[in-house]
């Protein structure tokens, strides 16, 4: 089978190559893929800058149909439309596991880039993982999934959110849009997203579709002053931070209000982060660090998007085959693209 594979260590080193057709073990499923999202984690593994272990088909976005049921399966059968938890590999035996963590366990190896991934034609996947989606959805839907699953976990399940509160989005990709989508559809009294010019052309007219009319691009605007402004002098409820950029990260704290909450959803590609800590102290600020999704998001997610609250299939930019995967990754880098999925060949 044709698969999109992360060949050895190193910058780059990405190509199609024929992988073995794989077959379901005792409890997995054999799936056909529809399609695999880009995430900002493969840009990081093309780069170097993720944990992975090659040669290794790259994706862990993936819906599909399930095709063959191995031994020992007992909820799923052929014909049944899918999307997966990223979470192969936990042990289930550590206290993070035994406290229903099983997306931080230490020994976690996720498709993607600890085991073969959905970037091919063919995935065996545990049933376990698995979460069934409606007729109804499409498959881009379906490949939003796992990515607007994050921004659920980390507003809803995690608490970070709470109806009518203001909110405040850094950040307008692809995550920053999902997350400003679930806190309007959650209730919020306002969502405003924050960008810089390079956001303008795409991010910004993306956000503006999607009916956001409260868009600050934060070198022409002084984006403290104008929260301050709207919310009479108080600060936003909640700042999600999406953007990874270390000077944003650090500006969070002049959006928030005392005792305000700062979800961090973006991640860096390791960049050092310079905080003003006394700020964030005097504040008393709630400091949210968030990492994958948990089991009650999923089936949230897949409500969310399937009624229409949350379109998260319209932050597609880019579909296209495996071969075509070096255009679409390079206009993700070039802010020329939103969310790219890619479509199996052969």
């Known amino acids: 089978m044709r698969a999109l594979v992360k060949t050895q260590k190193g910058v780059g080193n990405i190509e199609v190559r024929d992988m073995p057709e794989p077959s379901p073990a005792t409890g997995e499923v054999k799936i056909k893929i529809e399609g695999c999202g880009i995430c900002g984690s493969d840009i990081h593994i093309r780069h170097d800058q993720f944990p992975y272990w090659p040669p290794v088909i790259l994706g862990h976005e993936f819906t599909g149909t399930v095709i063959e049921c191995g031994a020992g399966c007992k909820a799923s059968k052929v014909g049944d439309r899918i999307v997966a938890e990223p979470h192969t590999k936990a042990c289930g035996v550590c206290h993070l596991c035994r406290t229903g963590n099983i997306q931080i366990c230490p020994h976690k190896r996720s498709p993607g880039w600890g085991i073969h991934g959905g970037m091919t034609q063919y995935i065996c996947y545990p049933e376990a993982l698995l979460h069934k989606i ?102 936003a409820d909640l700042v999600a931070e999406c953007s990874g950029a270390p000077r944003a990260i650090a500006g969070t704290v002049d959006l928030v209000r005392k005792m305000g909450t700062v979800c961090a959803i973006g991640l860096t590609g390791n960049r050092p982060v310079e905080l003003p800590w006394d700020a964030f102290q005097k504040k008393v600020i709630t400091l949210q660090f968030n990492m994958s999704t948990m089991y009650q998001s999923w089936d949230r997610t897949i409500a969310l998007i399937s009624s229409g609250m949350v379109p998260a299939e319209k932050v597609v930019s880019h579909k296209a085959p495996l071969s075509d995967w070096e255009r679409v990754f390079n206009d993700i880098e070039n802010l020329k693209a939103l969310k790219g999925i890619l479509t199996p060949e052969g």
């Open 134 to 235: 409606p007729d109804s959805m499409t498959w881009d839907q379906g490949a939003m999934v796992e990515p607007t699953a994050n921004a659920v976990t980390d507003l809803i399940v995690r608490k970070a959110f709470t109806p009518g509160d203001f909110v405040v989005v850094v950040g307008p990709g692809p995550i920053g849009l999902l997350t400003a989508m679930v806190a309007r559809a959650s209730g919020a009294r306002e969502v405003v997203l924050l960008g810089t010019p390079g956001d303008e052309e795409l991010r910004m007219k993306k956000a503006r579709e999607l009916g956001f009319t409260k868009i600050i691009n934060v070198v022409t605007q002084n984006a403290a002053e104008v929260i301050q402004e709207m919310t009479h002098g108080v600060g």
